[in-house]
């Protein structure tokens, strides 16, 4: 069974930086690409951030390009995301989600992640 744990959220004035990880268990990690996504209350779950197993492939959602960057330590089992400049309209909870199937990564879309984590607070105060 899957299990993913993130860590690193918190309280941050606008313009402060956050690194998020997330630790992946259960299933062999470098061969599953990893996402991360974001619901603000009221609002629905969205993209945010998807890495391949390898590393070789990154994408970004429009709203954090240039100001994101997703990585991954396959050794550690660990997906980090690294986030700079960070604004009040990025306060939200944040997930992290394993892809459904080893050596796969086609698109961002939700239902493509089959694992989740339990999510990690992250507040921007302006």
């Known amino acids: 069974q899957v299990q993913l744990v993130e860590s690193g959220g918190g309280l941050v004035q606008a313009g402060g930086s956050l690194r998020l990880s997330c630790a992946v268990s259960?299933?062999?990690?470098?061969?599953?690409?990893m996402g991360w996504f974001r619901q603000a209350p009221g609002k629905e779950r969205q993209f945010v951030a998807a890495i391949s197993w390898s590393g070789s492939r990154t994408d970004y959602a429009d709203s954090v390009k240039g100001r994101f960057t997703i990585s991954r330590d396959n050794a550690k089992n660990t997906v980090y995301l690294q986030m700079n400049s960070l604004k009040p309209e990025d306060t939200a909870v944040y997930y992290c989600?394993?892809?459904?199937?080893?050596?796969?990564?086609?698109?961002?879309?939700?239902?493509?992640?089959?694992?989740w984590g339990q999510g990690t607070q992250v507040t921007v105060s302006s």
């Open positions: 259960g299933r062999t990690f470098s061969s599953y690409a």
């Open positions: 989600a394993a892809y459904s199937r080893p050596y796969y990564y086609r698109t961002t879309n939700l239902p493509d992640f089959d694992s």
